[in-house]
T-cell receptor, first 114, second 116 residues
């Protein structure tokens, strides 16, 4: 069964509002989680690495003030898209590391900003 | 920097045909991991295989097989006797971390359509 739960699976919000996406590791502690973004018919691009108890590490070109990441516990990382705009509409997917296993991915969140 | 190239953007084959998805990678690291993931229309990523750079043995899992050639920096994926359920986008990915469980560099994906 799924080891990483991502919520919500779909969200529609109005331009200018903020939306929070949750990524939870189930039955294991994930000190590190990764957030990816996928535009329609494109590849997955790493946005940031989320570390429990410390600041996230953002990839070049990703605005950290716009995409707020909080990894406040060992089982939860959140991505908040602040002041969302239509160009932020995308598929966001998280992954968590469990030991030496391949990364476990959530089912993704499809964000539509109107 | 790492790079993964999947030159085939879209492939369509008739059901029961075999199909090979190509993946070429670039890295200067000697230790790395290669992956294939399947992304069905629902969006989730389904893990298919992880292979480290020191293991060049080909692998077969049911109708799936993988051919790893370090000499050509390729890690190709073949589906034998394709089925409609194989229709999806397939991503090849690379990681240079110790166990391949750090950030992944994905290719652009190949959209595979199996025609019934």
């Amino acid at each position: 069964g799924a080891v990483v739960s991502q919520h919500p699976s779909r969200v529609i919000c109005k331009s200018g509002t903020s939306v929070k996406i949750e990524c939870r590791s189930l039955d294991f502690q994930a000190t590190t989680m990764f957030w990816y973004r996928q535009f329609p018919k494109q590849s997955l691009m790493l946005m940031a690495t989320s570390n429990e108890g410390s600041k996230a590490t953002y990839e070049q070109g990703v605005e950290k003030d716009k995409f707020l990441i909080n990894h406040a516990s060992l089982t939860l990382s959140t991505l908040t898209v602040t002041s969302a705009h239509p160009e932020d509409s995308s598929f966001y997917i998280c992954s968590a590391r469990r030991g030496r296993e391949p990364l476990h991915f959530g089912n993704g969140t499809r964000l539509t900003v109107t | 920097a790492q790079k993964v190239t999947q030159a085939q953007t879209e492939i369509s084959v008739v059901e029961k045909e075999d199909v090979t998805l190509d993946c070429v990678y670039e890295t200067r690291d000697t230790t790395y991991y290669l992956f294939w993931y399947k992304q069905p229309p629902s969006g989730e990523l389904v893990f298919l295989i992880r292979r480290n750079s020191f293991d060049e043995q080909n692998e077969i899992s049911g109708r799936y097989s993988w051919n790893f050639q370090k000499s050509t920096s390729s890690f190709n994926f073949t589906i034998t006797a394709s089925q409609v359920v194989d229709s999806a986008v397939y991503f090849c990915a690379l990681s240079i971390s110790n166990f391949g469980n750090e950030k992944l560099t994905f290719g652009t994906g190949t959209r595979l359509t199996i025609i019934p």
